[in-house]
């Protein structure tokens, strides 16, 4: 399991934003992340906020999920008012949301539409192992208003998964993809893990290639981070698995970043690729560019007008708020302008538009022209006034971004 939640300031039991959070509603993208906590087996990498059914002990039900999260979707709705917009991409993640029966994924999304509206076009995204979907479900879920399916497929070599704890087969998730194809959905990703202790160059390659071949219109790649409190990391505490190596981290995505480039996906954040634009991944852009959302689920965070607060933690603790008519919210923080110009800098830097330079500033520009001189930075007159990650500055953008943070202070 996870840390434990921040500290943070108490929530009213009414869930009541501050009135300045709400002043700017409706002026910038709206969205709902749907937390799904549960899963099967817990994967040795893994510290979400997920519980397996021997871990989730009393007072939790899978069965009785849908209606709980149905609960806070109407609490949102009494908290946000009328000035809350109709709501532009709908995001299930977990855990393993593809574990609760596809008709109650689709009643939580009919709850959201009820409440709030779902925006013309709106994205609709599930998360899945590819285990743990059929045709059956997939079609059930597309004809439900889902619009985008994304698989954990993290590896296609068998010793890679089983380091990893991941119980499916190295072909499933081609088989998850085209079978998503065959229900109708025009967006699929494709979630991979590189860094693995025991994987090499060829098995990295060998992934993307099986990856290609299943001809998502999205790719994530992501290098694996040792998580404090995980199976992983006790292993590798043990000397049982190697740390994995920073150098070889960046070996694989210059491979990830030739492959992909070679197919026709193009970076649109450091680790995310697709083929077109509409392929982006529009909830995951919200955060990026300061959207709001509201976060159901246990666990689940939130963010309105620079208010961010966090739900109690486990399945049970959620369930009993919501029944007693309280909101599920542990903690909240009021974000300063400060605040919001710094998380704007880390997140939108990631983005190949980039983060203008009018922005940055003034105690930032050393640090800034110093990225460019090293050729990290790039200013493109297509990107009107824009800093832009260059390859070499993704490989070191964490770095980076945290030079430049500290200049403001």
């Known amino acids: 399991m996870p840390s434990v939640l921040p500290d943070g300031d108490p929530v009213p039991a009414s869930g009541a934003l501050p009135p300045g959070a709400l002043a700017g509603l409706g002026s910038r993208p709206f969205g709902f992340y749907v937390h799904v906590p549960f899963c099967l087996t817990r994967c040795g990498y893994c510290d979400f906020n997920t519980y397996t059914a021997e871990e989730l002990g009393p007072g939790a039900s899978r069965r009785d999920y849908a209606d709980t999260v149905v609960a806070e979707i109407r609490l949102a709705r009494r908290v946000l008012g009328d000035a809350a917009p109709p709501v532009e991409t709908v995001f299930f993640g977990g855990g393993t949301p593809t574990l609760l029966p596809a008709a109650d994924l689709v009643r939580i999304l009919r709850a959201i539409g009820e409440e709030f509206g779902l925006a013309p076009g709106a994205e609709v995204t599930t998360e899945a192992n590819p285990e743990s979907v059929d045709p059956a479900q997939l079609e059930t879920l597309r004809s439900g208003g889902f619009t985008r399916m994304s698989f954990g497929m993290q590896s296609a070599a068998e010793h890679v998964l089983r380091v990893l704890d991941r119980r499916h087969t190295p072909g499933r998730a081609a088989q998850a993809v085209r079978e998503a194809r065959e229900a109708g959905f025009e967006h699929v990703n494709l979630d991979l893990i590189y860094g693995t202790p025991g994987e090499s160059d060829d098995d990295w390659r060998a992934s993307m290639d099986a990856a290609l071949a299943a001809r ?107 029944a007693s008519g309280s909101s599920p919210a542990h903690a909240r923080e009021v974000l300063t302008p400060g605040d919001q110009a710094v998380e704007r800098l880390m997140l939108e830097l990631r983005l190949s538009c980039g983060f203008p330079l009018s922005g940055i500033v003034p105690g930032a520009r050393t640090a800034c022209a110093r990225a460019l001189a090293d050729g990290l930075l790039e200013v493109e007159p297509f990107k009107r006034g824009r800093a832009v990650l260059t390859l070499r500055g993704r490989l070191l953008a964490d770095a980076l971004i945290r030079d430049l943070a500290l200049a403001y202070g």
């Open 216 to 322: 998502p219109d999205h790719v994530s790649a992501y290098s694996l981070i040792v998580e404090d409190g995980t199976r992983l990391a006790a292993r590798i505490r043990r000397g049982e698995l190697p740390m994995p190596d920073d150098d070889v981290a960046a070996d694989r995505y210059l491979i990830a970043e030739e492959k992909l480039s070679a197919a026709g996906l193009n970076w649109y954040e450091i680790s995310n690729w697709a083929v077109t634009d509409e392929a982006r991944c529009r909830h995951n852009l919200l955060y990026w560019t300061g959207g709001d959302w509201w976060g159901a689920g246990p666990g689940a965070h939130s963010h309105v007008g620079g208010t961010r607060w966090w739900n109690v933690k486990h399945p049970a603790a959620y369930a009993a708020r919501l």
